[in-house]
């Protein structure tokens, strides 16, 4: 459902559609192009990911805060040394 109440295709899956006009739904695993005007290569580009994987990217931001954290005390305690 769209923010308009119209319903609206998935971006994360892919339609089959037989002879006699049933579709079912098969996971987009592949296929998907991205803008690379800025970027060649991010690592979400490289795994692809989007959908289900999408929460992937959040958890290597957290990562990345969390070792920034702890570097900080760490080499904020050797400095002082």
Known sequence: MGA???????R???YDLDVD???SAIPCTHGWE????DYDKTLATEFNWVCD????ATHVFSIG??????GQVVFGILADK
């Open 4 to 10: 308009d109440g119209r319903e609206r295709y998935s």
């Open 12 to 14: 994360c899956l892919m």
């Open 21 to 23: 006009g049933n579709s």
């Open 34 to 37: 991205y803008d690379n005007a």
């Open 53 to 56: 994987r999408a929460e992937y």
């Open 65 to 70: 805060a969390f070792g920034a954290t702890v």
